[in-house]
């Protein structure tokens, strides 16, 4: 269960859900110390990342939403890993490729202190043929008297430099102006609207037969790769044709390309698994049965959940299990969806096929849940009811009270309470368990917020 406080606002009336989907994605490139996470931080500002202590899991987040003038984005941090120094400059243009093919726009951010280097002409040559809009910070332009710093730039042939200020934010909105100017008109196409396919992102870690089980998925059913999001070189999107329906896998070309064996893969496959996510509305992942489960798995599981997609977790390859590992695997499994009980699960065999046909009416279920809207009027009986039988703990000498409750959206179903005083998380916990109980939400996450009215 995610909890707010005084989060966003409630939409005045019921909104059309799916708020979070499919929103642009910006994402920042360049080499180590030019300053992408502090242009990062300036530009999500206050809406900091929560970072929740959670055993175990190392968090690496590398999205965030970020909102200017009104027009919100998802921002993609690629400066979380730290090359090594040798073959430096090729896995920056790799990691510029990867980014170029993920995002809406890409924001350059060069030092304009140290001028072009060559890194960065090697990077400014593979963004030059990804053709995706380029927006170039000239970064650490403090004050006026670097700006001539910054006109040098021009030589990278990304257009104009904008000179800008990440640590004092000097010229900041300019250079956010101009990323909103470059951004597609709409959010990008949202075809389930237009009565397209739903978008489902098949994650996991390197090796767990993410590949094979799409191979399975396609060979068995009609494929067409989609040619509207093919920009780049690979299509970035296959449809797949399952159960009479065809669904939209997002970035199959990120699953088809074999796994780098490179230092920062592993960032690499993050940021892959983040942005696919972002594109999705329910995602499939992949957890191999067959070996202990790792860090690794906790960790997508972990992405999962902190999107608010949708989840159905497949634990594949059930061929190789013998008596000795279903034991254990029991209690792993525990273990990895202590945060998501209400995923959904299917064991299966990418190989064989053993019960890969069940994952199509796992995914409808977790997203029909995911899309579910409570009336009002249903809601505030259920707590009415639940309150009179288990009222909120006192706290202070008071007994907080819950006036009215309603459901603010979908996808995922976001829930706010007012209340005359805190609840306690305990009872958070017991409420999420009463509306699972009584109106399902199998396979999808649910927000509940509180509203406190002293
Ligand atoms: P990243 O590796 O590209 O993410 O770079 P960081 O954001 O970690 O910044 C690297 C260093 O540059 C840090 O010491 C920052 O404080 C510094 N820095 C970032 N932006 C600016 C800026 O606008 N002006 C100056 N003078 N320093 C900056
Ligand atoms: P990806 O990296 O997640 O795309 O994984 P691949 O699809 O490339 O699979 C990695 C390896 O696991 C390959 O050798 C596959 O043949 C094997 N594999 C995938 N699924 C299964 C399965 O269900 N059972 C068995 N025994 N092997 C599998």
Known sequence: MTEEYDGWDIPAGDDDGGDDVQLPVVAVVGRPNVGKSTLVNRIIGRREAVVEDVPGVTRDRVTYEANWRGRRFTLVDTGGWDPGASGMAARIAEQAQVAAELADVILFVVDATVGATDVDEAVGAVLRRAGKPIVLAANKVDDQRAELEAASLWSLGLGEPLPVSALHGRASGDLLDAVLEALPEAPSEDTRREGGPRRVALVGKPNVGKSSLLNKLARSERVLVDPMAGTTRDPVDELIELGGK??????????????????????????????????????????????????????????????GRAMVVAFNKWDLL?????????????????????????????????????????????????????????????????????????????????????????????????????????????????????????????????????
Do not use: H
Request: aromatic share 10%; proline share 5%.
């Open 246 to 307: 065809t669904w939209r896998f997002v970035d199959t070309a990120g699953i088809r390309r074999r796994a780098r064996e490179l230092q920062g893969a592993d960032f690499y496959a993050g940021m892959r698994t983040q942005a696919a996510l972002e594109r999705s509305e329910v995602a499939v992942v992949l957890i191999d049965a067959a070996e202990s489960i790792t860090e690794q798995d906790l960790r997508i599981v972990s992405m999962v959940i902190e999107s």
């Open 322 to 454: 013998d008596e000795e590992r279903r034991f254990y695997l029991e209690r792993e499994i525990e273990r990895a969806l202590v945060r998501a009980p209400w995923a959904l699960r299917v064991n299966i065999s990418a190989r064989t096929g053993r019960n890969v046909e069940k994952l199509v009416p796992a995914i409808e279920t977790a997203l029909e849940s995911w899309s579910t809207r409570v009336p009002t009027a249903k809601l505030n009986a259920f707590f009415t009811e639940l309150i009179a039988a288990t009222p909120p703990p006192v706290r202070g000498g008071k007994q907080p009270k819950i006036l009215f409750a309603t459901q603010a959206s979908t996808e995922p179903p976001k829930f706010v309470l007012f209340t005359s005083g805190f609840l306690e998380e305990s009872y958070r916990r017991f409420i999420e368990r009463r509306l699972r109980e009584e109106f399902g939400f199998a396979g999808s996450p649910i927000v509940l917020t509180m509203k406190i009215r002293e």
